[in-house]
T-cell receptor, first 120, second 111 residues
Framework: SQTIHQWPATLVQPVGSPLSLECTVE??????LYWYRQAAGRGLQLLFY??????ISSEVPQNLSASRPQDRQFILSSKKLLLSDSGFYLC???????????????????FGPGTRLTVL | GQSLEQPSEVTAVEGAIVQINCTYQ??????LSWYQQHDGGAPTFLSY????GLEETGRFSSFLSRSDSYGYLLLQELQMKDSASYFC????????????FGSGTRLSIRP
């Protein structure tokens, strides 16, 4: 079965410090990978997604960056954190299985446990 | 445009039935998914409608009508543990690698 790991679970960082969050997926190959951020009580903001090694698409211009050095590894980084970077960071992989008009298709995102980042 | 609209909050009584609506202004998508997120936790997949109509999974059902640009999640026999946020989501044909999420509905269950 597939599993997705994120670490650390919680992080408190000072403004201006660097950031590195890691996400790894097991049990699947060549997954689409995603980084989301969620502010308290809010929805999911897509930050980056990747369809393969070294392929990164950015959704929101900001001081964050992402890298995919291996097929099942996705890293979120920043050189200098801002107060506004605080939030709940979620990594996810997706499975799209289309079987046409039979109605048995599925489109599922599997989320990691998340990293709660507080920037002070 | 691309947006999914959901009510921000819904309150219901334990044992009752509640419907959470999702209306959208996007076209050309594979299907409508629903996710549940408890406070402090990660979203988890609930259901998917690839075709119009009703999909049932235990106490939860989901419905999609592409002609009406509308879908909903129906929760029956509500339990206190159903208190959570619920998100609808779509994947558009034009950008199949991305998934667009609605703003989420906070469901509160009263005894």
């Amino acid at each position: 079965s597939q599993t997705i790991h994120q670490w650390p679970a919680t992080l408190v960082q000072p403004v201006g410090s660097p950031l590195s969050l890691e996400c790894t997926v097991e049990g699947t190959s060549n997954p689409n990978l995603y980084w989301y951020r969620q502010a308290a009580g809010r929805g999911l903001q897509l930050l980056f997604y990747s369809v393969g090694i070294g392929q990164i698409s950015s959704e929101v211009p900001q001081n964050l960056s992402a890298s995919r050095p291996q097929d099942r590894q996705f890293i979120l980084s920043s050189k200098k954190l801002l107060l506004s970077d605080s939030g709940f960071y979620l990594c996810a992989w997706s499975e799209l299985d289309l079987r046409g008009a039979s109605g048995t298709s599925t489109d599922t995102q599997y989320f990691g446990p998340g990293t709660r980042l507080t920037v002070l | 445009g691309q947006s999914l609209e959901q009510p921000s909050e819904v309150t219901a009584v334990e044992g009752a039935i509640v419907q959470i609506n999702c209306t959208y202004q996007t076209s050309g998508f594979y299907g409508l998914s629903w996710y549940q997120q408890h406070d402090g936790g990660a979203p988890t997949f609930l259901s998917y409608n690839g075709l119009d109509g009703l999909e049932e999974t235990g106490r939860f059902s989901s419905f999609l009508s592409r002609s009406d640009s509308y879908g909903y999640l129906l929760l029956q026999e509500l339990q206190m543990k159903d208190s959570a946020s619920y998100f609808c989501a779509v994947r558009r044909y034009s950008s199949a690698s991305k998934i667009i999420f609605g703003s989420g509905t906070r469901l509160s269950i009263r005894p």
